[in-house]
């Protein structure tokens, strides 16, 4: 495969469909639901193809980014580059080697667990009872695709927030609930 440094294990492969509107180059970073991979062969647009979800590949960079070996990567998909993930997003990837000021290029692995997620598991304070919400950061750095949050009381009684809402701020998810109070615990469960 193009980009491939690595062998990868014969079982970290799916088939995936190109639902992206453009054919993908084997080499490619694609999003499959809230993991990425990487393309192991072409893929036209509406065709399936296999797609990596394991190994070390070559990644375009910015030559001015720096980072030390074992740092947390993503994927700028505007850009189709590697940079550091508390910048633009999800740590989908990790440094197999330091980055120097000048390198166009950088081997990356996909990181075995991908899965990122952020949970929340609190009371809520006076103001937060007050105003009926709870804002809470993810710090997925990015708006989460997937939210699901409970309400448990003192009684033990569970139910559902009224509403919550994803994208207040990057990375925000704001939960509302019309009979918040401060006996209350919130817990939830959000995906990049």
Not at 55 to 77: I, P, V
Not at 166 to 175: D, E, H, L, Q, S
Request: charged letters at 15%; aromatic letters at 8%.
């Amino acid at each position: 495969m193009k980009n491939t440094v690595l062998d990868h294990p014969a079982d970290c492969g799916i088939v995936w469909t190109n639902g992206t509107g453009a054919d993908v180059s084997a080499g490619d970073v694609v999003r499959v639901g809230p993991l990425v991979g990487v393309a192991e062969v072409n893929i036209a647009s509406t065709k399936t193809g296999a797609v990596l979800l394991d190994g070390a590949f070559t990644f375009n960079a910015n030559s001015s980014d720096t980072w030390s070996q074992g740092a947390a990567l993503t994927y700028d998909f505007t850009n189709k580059k590697i940079v550091v993930a508390s910048a633009a997003g999800p740590a989908w990837f990790v440094a197999r080697t330091a980055k120097l000021n000048g390198e166009t290029t950088h081997v990356a692995s996909i990181r075995q667990s991908q899965l990122q997620f952020a949970s929340i598991n609190r009371v809520p304070t006076g103001g937060e009872d007050t105003a009926n919400q709870i804002d809470f950061d993810t710090k997925l750095g990015v708006i989460p695709s997937q939210i699901n949050v409970i309400i448990i009381n003192s009684s033990g009684v569970v139910r559902f927030p009224t509403t919550t809402t994803a994208g207040v701020a990057v990375g925000t998810v704001r939960i509302t609930d019309a009979s918040l109070v401060t006996s209350d615990r919130v817990f939830g469960f959000f995906l990049p």
